[in-house]
């Protein structure tokens, strides 16, 4: 009961202004000495891909062959290893990989020396040319919602004519809040959600923190 009256607070708090002065998804923790520290240690694994971030992959690179089947160009913001560069369809692309961590941007390097990579947070990277299709793979919760928005309206305006956003979030308060902003600035195209599954073969979406739900969608860069 109480955990279920925390998330009710909490998507409440991301409504209102209320969040920023409750300290809720403040950056401190999320900066880049923590990723460096993070990705060198306990979770250097996830440079390696995991069936959730492979998952994401395919998903990402099926909506981008229905709904911008032209493309040629793509920013990935948030691209970690750069996995998304190597999965069967990524290798297609003219990429461009950002992450804040150098420890993630090094191992990219490595495993993926056709593409070009930048260690940078989302708010100080500045895109010098133009794209066909920008990426933001689960990273945009990191952010306050209205400076997620801020800046995914900001990368927008990089993108090419018919280009298309596809943004990648797991199911949480903050999230869902994002989303919200999102719409009422770009036009929503598409979405698959999508849950790892152990327990066995059901439809049921979990609340579990270690395997959360993620919701992949497409936004076109034409404001509503």
Known sequence: MMSVMRKSLRSLAYRTPVHRWLGLGALEDYDKAFWDEKLAGEWKPYLGGTISVEARNAIVLALIRIYAPQANSLLDMGCASGSLFRTPGGEGFTYTGVDISDVAIRVARQKSPAGTFHASSIQDFQPADRYDVIVFGDVLYYLM???????????????????????????????????????????????????EKIEGPDFKLREDSKRPAYLVTVFNCHSN
Do not use: C, W
Request: charged share 25%; hydrophobic share 45%; aromatic share 8%.
């Open 145 to 195: 919602p209205e400076v997620a928005l801020e800046q995914v309206a900001r990368y927008a305006s990089h993108l090419n004519d018919s280009g298309i956003v596809i943004v990648s979030m797991k199911r949480d308060a903050k999230s869902k809040v994002i989303f919200r902003l999102l719409r009422s600035r770009l036009t929503f195209v598409n979405g698959i959600i999508y849950q």
